[in-house]
Nanobody, 129 residues
């Protein structure tokens, strides 16, 4: 069983930055792709970013490309989401997730929540205008 715990959320002004962390339990963290999703009030959960198990490749939603950076430290069982140039529309609960059956390199990335098997409890990010 894998447990994921997010941290680093908070209140920030538009244009500011936050770095989210997601710590995973279990020794198999480095074998799996990881993703970040978010859910704003009244909206469906949406894909934000994903990273391959090795950290060697990443993928982003168009809405965050160029502003957010996903990274991981397999020695620390942790995945990060650096968020810069934040906008009010980035306000949401942010979740990290683990994909036990990731696509091979060169295949389409998993961008739907149904492809991910384990989820954290979420961390609130609020961006004021």
């Amino acid at each position: 069983q894998v447990q994921l715990v997010e941290s680093g959320g908070g209140l920030v002004q538009a244009g500011g930055s936050l770095r989210l962390s997601c710590a995973a339990s279990g020794s198999t963290f480095s074998s799996y792709d990881m993703g970040w999703f978010r859910q704003a009030p009244g909206k469906e959960r949406e894909f934000v970013a994903a990273i391959k198990w090795s950290g060697g490749d990443t993928y982003y939603a168009d809405s965050v490309k160029g502003r957010f950076t996903i990274s991981r430290d397999n020695a620390k069982n942790t995945v990060y989401l650096q968020m810069n140039s934040l906008k009010p529309e980035d306000t949401a609960v942010y979740y990290c997730a683990l994909d036990r059956d990731p696509p091979p390199y060169g295949s389409s990335w998993h961008v739907t929540e149904y492809a991910y098997d384990y989820w954290g409890q979420g961390t609130q990010v609020t961006v004021s205008s």
